[in-house]
């Protein structure tokens, strides 16, 4: 994964998590169902989002280190 794809996954599980925060408030102040319900889709696609997003972000992270580690140990002689 390139450092610009790692970036972007974490925009945009920054992006989620505002989403879900924002459907928290639609939550606490509701206008009548229309609000109750988009405020509770708002909160599980946002957090459901950042969570993926971040965790996608975190293995892919614990590859690229295993990848590297590899690599060092097979040019020890270069």
Known sequence: MYISNGF?????SLL????GISGIFRLTD??????????????????????LGMKTWWGDRK???K??????RD???N
Request: glycine share 10%; no cysteine; aromatic share 18%.
């Open 16 to 19: 989620f998590f505002l989403l």
């Open 63 to 65: 590859l690229r280190k």
């Open 75 to 77: 040019n020890i002689w």
């Open 30 to 51: 509701p206008m009548g169902l229309f609000d109750r319900v988009l405020g509770f889709v708002l909160v599980v696609l946002g957090f459901l989002g950042a969570f």
């Open 67 to 72: 990848r590297d580690r590899k690599i060092d």
């Open 8 to 12: 972007a996954l974490i925009v945009f």
